[in-house]
C-alpha cells in the first residue's frame, strides 16, 4: 500500500506540472509548449516542475543567458523586475497530488489502482484542479475543459458497469444542474441590466458564467441524481461563506473593495463535487 500511494503521489505531482502548462495555454488558446517563466525565457529541466523551481532556487533566472547555457541548480533569484515564478505552480502539483491520494483512498478497498474505475477518478481530479485554477486566475471557465468532463462522465455512467451512478441516474442528475444553474445564471444576467440601468454603466461579470453552468451539468452527470442536489446545496453555502469572507477582507483593505465584483464560483462547484464524491453518493 504503501509503495503504491507514493506512485500516486508521484503521478499526482506530475499531472500537476501538466495541469499548470495547461493552465497557462488553455485561457489565450495557445499550444502545449515546454515550461516558461513569464518573460517567455525556457524554464531549465529542473524547475519544469513548480516544485523543482522552488526546492532548487530556480523561481526565476538571473539575467538572459546565451543560448545553450545551462542554469546551476544554485543561481540566485533575479533582482527587481524579474520573471519570478508564482507560488500557483507548486501548491496546483501539491493540491494534485493530494486529491489523487484522497480518491485513492477512498476507492482502494472496491478497485486496484489501475483499474479503469480508478483512472477515470484520477481523471476527474486533475480536470477538477484545472477548472479550479483556471477560473481562480481567469473568472472563466473554458468549455474547452468543461464540456470533455461531461463526456467523460458520460462514458463512465454507460460503459463502466462498477461505476455509480447508472446512465439514467447520470443523465437526469446532468440536466437538474443544469436546469437550476441556468435558472440562477438567468437570474444573473436580469439583475446586472437592473443595475446597470441604475448605475448607468455595465456591471462588471455576474453572479454566474455560462460555464458555470456547463461545469454543474457536467458535475451532475459524475454524481447522478439525488446527489447532485446535495453538491448544489453545499456549492451554494460554500459560495456564500465564500463571499462573505472575500468582502469583509477587501472591506478591511482600504480601496480594495468593488461593489458586485464577480467571485469565481467554479473552485466552489468542483470543491462540492469532490466532498459528495468522498462521503459517498
Not at 480518491?103 to 477518478?121: G, H, M, N, P
Request: glycine share 12%; aromatic share 10%; proline share 7%.
Amino acid at each position: 500500500m504503501f509503495l503504491e500511494s507514493c506512485a500516486v503521489a508521484i503521478t499526482g505531482v506530475l499531472a500537476g506540472g501538466l495541469i499548470n502548462m495547461l493552465a497557462d495555454a488553455l485561457p489565450s488558446r495557445q499550444p502545449l509548449r515546454i515550461p516558461q517563466y513569464t518573460d517567455g525565457r525556457r524554464r531549465p529541466r529542473l524547475a519544469w516542475l513548480g516544485i523543482g523551481a522552488f526546492l532548487f532556487n530556480l523561481r526565476s533566472l538571473p539575467e538572459p543567458k546565451p543560448s545553450g547555457d545551462e542554469l546551476s541548480p544554485g543561481s540566485p533569484p533575479s533582482g527587481p523586475g524579474g520573471a519570478l515564478l508564482s507560488w500557483r505552480y507548486p501548491l496546483t502539483e501539491i493540491a494534485t497530488a493530494l486529491l489523487l491520494l484522497l480518491f485513492y483512498a477512498d476507492t482502494r478497498d472496491e478497485a486496484a489502482l489501475l483499474s479503469t474505475a480508478t483512472l477515470v477518478k484520477f481523471a476527474y481530479a486533475a480536470i477538477f484542479v484545472l477548472i479550479a485554477v483556471i477560473d481562480l486566475e481567469h473568472r472563466r471557465i473554458p468549455f474547452a475543459v468543461a464540456l470533455p468532463l461531461g463526456a467523460l462522465a458520460l462514458i463512465d455512467a454507460a460503459l463502466i458497469p462498477v461505476s455509480e451512478p447508472g446512465l439514467l441516474a447520470a443523465a437526469i442528475g446532468g440536466l437538474v444542474g443544469f436546469a437550476l444553474f441556468y435558472v440562477a445564471y438567468l437570474g444573473g444576467v436580469a439583475f446586472a441590466r437592473i443595475v446597470s440601468r441604475k448605475r448607468g454603466k455595465p456591471l462588471e461579470g455576474g453572479a454566474l458564467g455560462f460555464g458555470d453552468v456547463v461545469l454543474m451539468a457536467a458535475v451532475g452527470l459524475i454524481l447522478g441524481f439525488p446527489s447532485i442536489v446535495l453538491a448544489i446545496t453545499f456549492s451554494v453555502f460554500a459560495g456564500a461563506a465564500g463571499a462573505i469572507a472575500v468582502i469583509l477582507a477587501r472591506t478591511m483593505q482600504a480601496g480594495s473593495y468593488r461593489p458586485f465584483a464577480r467571485v469565481p464560483y467554479g473552485p466552489y462547484i468542483v470543491g462540492s463535487a469532490v466532498a459528495v464524491m468522498l462521503i459517498g453518493h
